[in-house]
């Protein structure tokens, strides 16, 4: 069960529950690197994972880049509530900011890491969000539509959903693409095009024969993060 004292302990984490906007009550974790560590990790995860599932990653995250993170299930996944539409995932990581800023976090020292569909969420956050220390963008979506077809270039707008593209040259944020060369889901070229419209965008990493479940396992994942996590916290 997501909310024992069992895996509160295991994990050395705190488990919350937020409601958000629209109604919905979603279950959130935050990991605690050390009380004076600044630099705070929002992540947003992809579509077939939960927040159980991605728990140990997070906590090796937070102990090898010496960050807080706060992760979270998007409404409708795991034990949280309602249904998960794209609205609500706006609303849903709007409501883990919210909470971050009341335990005295910083919007400087927060960092949005979206992986996948997370990219979504997290680009709309950070669009709208000022001051933000970062943003990291992992095997995004340059459109829901291009996902369907990456020759696509022209379509309704009403029928795309997390339109990122139009979105990052709003995020004044320094912006990290990581994207695997190999990627069989979200072709790169989704994360090229992000990359390219990016309104301060850093150095990307273009993982290379990583596919769209493995770019952690570059043996530049980590050195990346860690060099853009610094680089946060010298602003």
Not at 10 to 18: A, E, I, K, N
Not at 180 to 197: M, P
Not at 225 to 232: M, Y
Request: glycine share 8%.
């Amino acid at each position: 069960m997501l909310l024992s004292r069992g895996l509160r302990k295991v994990l050395d984490c705190q488990v919350v529950r937020l409601d958000t906007k629209r109604g919905t009550n979603i279950v959130a974790a935050y990991i605690p690197f050390r009380r004076d560590t600044k630099p705070t990790i929002l992540f947003s995860h992809g579509n077939a994972v939960d927040l159980a599932l991605m728990l140990p990653f997070y906590r090796e995250i937070a102990r090898e880049l010496q960050v807080n993170l706060m992760g979270y299930d998007y409404s409708g996944y795991g034990a949280s509530t309602g249904l998960p539409t794209v609205l609500n995932t706006f609303t849903d990581i709007e409501a883990c900011l919210v909470w971050l800023l009341q335990q005295g976090k910083q919007p400087e020292d927060i960092i949005l890491y979206g992986q996948s569909v997370g990219s979504g969420p997290t680009c709309h956050l950070a669009a709208k969000t000022p001051k933000l220390g970062g943003v990291v963008l992992h095997s995004p979506l340059a459109t829901g539509m291009r996902v369907m077809n990456p020759t696509w270039n022209y379509w309704p707008t009403f029928l795309d959903v997390y339109p990122n593209i139009r979105l990052v040259p709003k995020i004044a944020a320094p912006l990290l693409i990581l994207h695997g060369t190999k990627d069989e889901v979200v072709d790169i070229s989704a994360g090229r095009a992000l990359h390219a419209a990016a309104k301060n965008p850093v150095a990307p990493l273009w993982a290379q024969n990583c596919n769209h479940q493995n770019v952690e396992l570059s043996p530049e994942y980590l050195l990346r993060l860690r060099a853009f996590v610094r680089d946060v916290g010298k602003h």
